[in-house]
């Protein structure tokens, strides 16, 4: 009966152990991109990709990340960035904030770009404002994009452009005033906003419990693997 109690004692000890862990709370949203319309065109899906990875690399930068986790509402991070620099914090943040391509369906991907964005952290409240801050600067940096596309002409229009110019001058036919357009505006809509966590994602006590029983029992054996 005294050896049951290794095992016992293995389990207990795992579970108190992961109550000692600090929990994280995973706060998820799910948004797309789309051009204004719906027309199916591969070269427009990969623009759509493209203009993803390009809004994705600038919120997920180092300056953006430091604003967020210093923005006075947030104060993330708290007790790091009194004895961590600024860069540290950020690398122990990013293994817990994932952005990444998924699939949807009803969203074709040659017409859109579906992507979640995930947090964990301690305090479930913090997970879901900081999602809810990050979709935001998809937003704004969506935006942004949109008008300087917009501002800035490519190459290829100023050519179009030329060419209608020599054809009105060469055969008299006027041509209707105003710029060709260059890329349809990308839009980008929530699908699902930022969640509120209500049990943490960790510690799983399953796995704690588990490995606290199987340190149990692998003592059990060798204590009778000893005697024998």
């Given amino acids: 009966m005294k050896r049951l109690l290794l095992p016992i004692t293995g389990l207990v000890a795992g579970l108190l152990i992961s109550f000692a862990v600090t929990p994280a709370y995973l706060s998820k949203a799910t948004l797309v991109y789309q051009n204004a319309d719906s027309v199916t065109v591969p070269i427009r899906h990969r623009s759509i990709v493209d203009f993803y990875l390009q809004c994705q690399a600038e919120v997920l930068s180092r300056d953006s990340l430091s604003a967020l986790i210093q923005s006075p509402d947030l104060a993330l991070y708290a007790d790091d960035l009194r004895r961590l620099p600024i860069e540290d914090v950020i690398q122990n943040m990013r293994p817990h904030l994932e952005v990444r391509i998924v699939d949807r369906p009803g ?14 952290y301690p305090d479930p409240l913090k997970a879901q404002a900081a999602t809810q801050k990050l979709i935001t600067q998809f937003v704004d940096v969506g935006q942004a994009r949109n008008r300087a596309a917009a501002e800035t002409p490519s190459t290829r229009v100023d050519q179009l452009e030329a060419r209608l110019a020599a054809i009105e001058k060469k055969l008299n036919i006027p041509v209707p005033a105003g710029r060709l357009p260059d890329v349809l505006p990308i839009t980008l809509q929530v699908l699902e906003p930022a969640s509120l966590p209500d049990k943490p994602v ?4 399953w796995i704690f419990s588990g490995a606290g029983l199987a340190t149990g029992l692998l003592g059990l054996v060798s204590m009778v693997v000893l005697k024998k």
Wanted: proline residues 11%; neutral net charge; without cysteine.
């Fill in 107 to 120: 969203f074709p991907r040659e017409t859109s770009t579906v992507f979640e964005i995930a947090f964990s």
């Fill in 202 to 205: 960790q510690p799983n006590r």
